[in-house]
């Protein structure tokens, strides 16, 4: 399971590869500069966010997809919660530099390094860090021609551990709130994992207790 979670947020994505996308154009120069510094600005005024994602898993071994259901909430500086709500109750809830794997009773099932390092890449990604700098990856943004409202952001990886795994990762971001609302990872495995984020709500009061994991 753990792997599928690595690069979950990218609180900031539907075509996967090296080549560009159609009614997408490549951004470079000043026209990248300025989205990069957008998505940076905007992130930063975020004390809160709180939405519904849909989780839709492809194999290449099985005709039926999975799909899973949950709510994601973060809270500014670095405190998540990632729960599954269907077909199976957890949670991972990150806080304090620390990560913890919750059951459908709330009892704390794993603490490891990997949930940790998945906690601070996802906050990376709200915070738009991972999307502007990020040693990981090669990134690259598109604008669509067509709907000038789209960013289409792909990331391929550098690190040969990471390359191993995932042939590229690809986040839509809406320029109406510069967040991102579609997710998908394509692994070299020939699986995929695509991840909708619906109902985003920013800024809203979120009570620290969420993050508790007591």
Do not use: H
């Not at 269907?86 to 603490?111: C, Q, R």
């Not at 906690?119 to 090669?138: M, P, R, Y």
């Not at 604008?143 to 391929?156: C, H, P």
């Amino acid at each position: 399971m753990n792997k599928y979670f690595l690069f979950l947020i990218l609180a900031a994505i539907s075509f996967v590869g090296v080549s560009q996308p159609k009614d997408f154009k490549l951004l470079t120069g000043t026209a990248r500069t300025e989205i990069e510094k957008k998505i940076v600005d905007n992130a930063k005024k975020i004390t809160s966010l709180q939405c519904k994602f849909e989780q839709e898993k492809t194999s290449v071994l099985l005709t039926e997809k999975a799909i899973s259901k949950g709510v994601l909430t973060y809270k500014s500086p670095a405190s998540l919660r990632w729960e599954y709500t269907e077909p199976s109750k957890y949670v991972m809830i990150f806080t304090d530099g620390n990560a913890y794997l919750k059951d459908e009773n709330g009892t704390v099932v794993n603490t490891n390094k990997m949930l940790k390092q998945l906690g601070n890449f996802i906050v990376s990604a709200i915070n738009g860090k991972s999307l502007t700098d990020n040693g990981n990856f090669q990134i690259e943004y598109y604008e669509n021609e067509r709907n000038k409202q789209i960013i289409w952001v792909k990331l391929v990886p550098i690190p040969k551990r990471l390359k191993e795994m995932y042939s590229a990762i690809q986040i839509k971001i809406s320029t109406t709130d510069y967040l991102a609302f579609e997710i998908v990872m394509e692994e070299k495995s020939g699986d995929s994992m695509k991840i909708i984020l619906l109902d985003k709500k920013i800024n809203d009061d979120i009570p620290n207790s969420l993050f508790s994991t007591n």
